[in-house]
């Protein structure tokens, strides 16, 4: 297939590909921690387990972004979801904590490899269409496509174990095997739909692998140089980090709440799946809307963050309130409305930083921070839990988010710009 011809083109393509990319993360998402305590784990145990991830992505999130950056987006995809289908078979099948152990170093190294490169080609086909066009509203409906295949997955995975008759761990195990199938099914739109306008290969492909990769230091370090020295890259991966840790409240506490609400574990998982489809759901519609709510500010980025990140922190202390399941449940979806419709304007300031050759690496390194926030959700939450509860838990993460306010005034107040402030050298792929 040839390379989109338009921007409305390259955007149902990122659309598309998100929604595909995501929907088998919905599937697992309700069951994880319910199946990972039905084999014998610890919350302690699982939240080493969230630990390990974090730390698979902050040692090899840049690196793998500077390899798509310089050896071209769509190999490095097909390797990423390569490898979530394999995490997807192991954690089915896993049995002890060396077992998810496995499964987490494989869906960890799956993650950092596909986290940047699907968006780095989105905003480079615009930009290669239109110079200095404003990416925003592509980026919404990006994430727009991804809250609501989260959605959709989160619905039928909290409720297939119920509807396949199964129960226990085998039924919990039900969604990863549909996840591996899904993944599949995303390889083939991968090598399908995403074109890459790359200057022709010089001499072998094994020649072009190792100059590729001697050029992954060089492309790293040009975007940690940027991430110290420049202000808003600064207050965006600052920002990014806070919203690590309040996911991690939400993913490592929220099933244990849910169930605790519904009164055991096998109607909590469907209850999780419900609540947390809501919330998918929640955070499309909050990226669709972010543009809205940016024009409504009179066009302010660094407004319209504030407000989200107020909202986030107050949607998380509502979850250490009564013990009611409509109040815990608005809290938990206005926790990713505010979320979701804060990425699309935190990942347009970013694009305005940077340029082409160093794109994927950016984004990269927004999902790092992201992983930094979430490792040091994952090793002080559990203690909190055990000297508060999940309340005292819940209310400390959401002072945190609300604290992220005084951050979000010190961003750009407008993302109109396609200037970046990294020179445009390297080519980008092979």
């Known amino acids: 297939m040839t390379p989109p011809g338009t921007i409305r083109s390259a955007t149902r393509r990122l659309v598309g590909l998100t929604a595909l990319r995501w929907l088998p993360v919905g599937l697992t998402t309700p069951i994880t921690v319910l199946l990972a305590q039905a084999r014998g784990l610890t919350l302690g145990e699982i939240g080493v387990l969230f630990t390990v991830h974090g730390a698979v992505v902050v040692a090899l999130e840049l690196p793998t972004g500077g390899l798509a950056d310089v050896l071209g987006r769509r190999p490095v995809v097909v390797a990423g979801a390569a490898l979530h289908l394999i995490s997807c078979l192991l954690f089915a099948t896993a049995t002890s904590f060396a077992g998810f152990l496995v ?27 239109e110079p200095g066009a404003d990416v925003a509203p592509g980026l919404a409906k990006h994430s727009a496509a991804d809250g609501a295949s989260l959605a959709v997955g989160a619905v039928v995975g909290g409720f297939l174990p119920a509807l396949a008759g199964s129960s226990g761990a085998a039924g919990l195990a039900l969604p990863y095997l549909g996840a591996a199938v899904l993944d599949v099914v995303y390889v083939v739109a991968v090598l399908r739909l995403l074109t890459e306008v790359r200057p022709p290969r010089q001499g072998s492909a094994r020649a072009a692998l190792g100059s590729g990769l001697r050029a992954v230091p060089a492309t790293v370090g040009a975007a940690v140089r940027l991430s110290v020295t420049d202000g808003p890259m600064r207050v965006v991966l600052l920002l ?16 244990v709440r849910f169930s605790e609400l519904a009164g055991d574990r096998d109607d909590g998982a469907a209850v999780y799946g419900v609540v947390l489809a809501g919330s998918f759901a929640a955070a499309a519609l909050g990226a669709v809307a972010a543009p809205a709510l940016r024009r409504l500010l009179r066009g302010s980025t660094r407004a319209a963050c504030a407000v989200l990140s107020l909202l986030g ?28 419709s804060a990425w699309p304007l935190l990942s347009a300031v970013l694009h305005t930083r940077v340029a082409a050759a160093h794109r994927a690496t950016a984004v990269s390194a927004m999902s790092l ?21 999940l309340e005292g838990a819940f ?14 005034l010190q961003l750009p107040r407008s993302t109109s710009s396609g200037a970046a402030v990294v020179p445009e050298e390297a080519p980008v792929g092979y």
């Open 103 to 129: 499964g987490i170093l494989a869906l960890g190294l799956g993650r950092v490899l596909d986290s940047g490169p699907v968006e780095a080609w989105y905003v480079d086909t615009v930009h290669r269409l």
């Open 240 to 255: 990014t980090g806070i919203g690590g840790a309040g996911l991690v409240a939400c993913e490592l506490l929220g099933p």
């Open 313 to 340: 922190g107050v949607a998380l202390a509502t979850l250490a309130g009564p013990d009611l399941l409509a109040v815990a449940a608005t809290g938990f979806v206005l926790q990713y409305l505010a979320h979701g």
């Open 369 to 389: 921070a992201v992983a930094l926030g979430g490792i040091a959700g994952n090793l002080v939450i559990p203690p909190l839990v055990a000297a508060a509860g």
């Open 395 to 408: 209310l400390a993460v959401g002072v945190v988010v609300a604290l992220g306010v005084l951050a979000c």
